[in-house]
């Protein structure tokens, strides 16, 4: 969907570890690109402009940058930022290996927060986005109406959905910013984990467990 791609200039969000071997981390928004230059704010600072091989003044180096991304280094950890992306990398988080059990029917049931809010939710590799119910949405204070509207294939046959982007998924303490998510105008019995949300963890089952891992 074109209405998803930033224009001009794109907010892309990463969060890079502040010092040597600090735990603290530290947002970075990619408020311009352009051939060989970007803008960046840190921590809701003031903008600054940085040239390639060039750094803000928190020792966040911009090693490359065009109209659509811009490749960023702090402490050897390398972020490819995109127009329209948002990527987080938490010193605290980026290691944690989050276990989950199956329950006697194989399904992985889970608590999660959704923007700060806490939800129930399955695990769903067969669907593409994160996907909620209308009223769980209201419930979590998301304006889906503002979204893109559009159709999508389920059990049931065809279902009106927006397609909306959520502010942060947390399981278990790792923290995801940005994710893509489709609200249904049907309710939904939980909140479903899909592939927006797990195509961005490293994941593995073994026996009636499931492993998952963030990779950013």
């Known amino acids: 969907m074109d209405g998803w791609k930033a224009n001009g200039l794109?907010?892309?969000?990463?969060?890079?570890?502040?010092?040597a071997g600090a735990a603290q981390a530290a947002d970075v928004a990619v408020a311009g690109l352009f051939p060989g230059r970007a803008v960046l704010v840190v921590d809701g600072g003031a903008p600054q402009t940085v040239r390639v091989g060039g750094r803000t003044r928190e020792g966040i180096v911009l090693k490359a940058a065009s109209a659509e991304a811009a490749t960023l280094e702090h402490d050897g950890r390398v972020f490819v930022a995109r127009l329209g992306d948002q990527v987080a990398s938490s010193a605290g988080t980026a290691a944690s290996e989050i276990s989950l059990q199956a329950d006697g029917g194989g399904h992985f049931f889970t608590s999660a927060r959704i923007n700060g809010v806490a939800v129930n939710a399955l695990v769903d590799t067969g669907a593409t986005l994160v996907s909620m119910g209308r009223n769980e949405a209201v419930r979590l204070g998301i304006d889906y109406r503002s979204g893109t509207m559009g159709r999508s294939a389920t059990a049931n046959g065809l279902a009106t959905i927006w397609k909306v982007?959520?502010?942060?998924?947390?399981?278990?303490?790792?923290?995801?910013?940005?994710?893509?998510?489709?609200?249904?105008?049907?309710?939904?019995?939980?909140?479903l984990l899909g592939m927006s949300f797990l195509n961005r963890m490293d994941w593995r089952r073994e026996g009636d467990r499931l492993l998952l891992k963030k990779r950013y």
């Open 165 to 191: 982007r959520l502010d942060a998924v947390e399981l278990d303490g790792v923290r995801l910013l940005g994710v893509d998510a489709a609200v249904h105008e049907t309710d939904l019995p939980v909140v």
């Open 10 to 19: 794109g907010m892309v969000a990463i969060a890079a570890a502040l010092g």
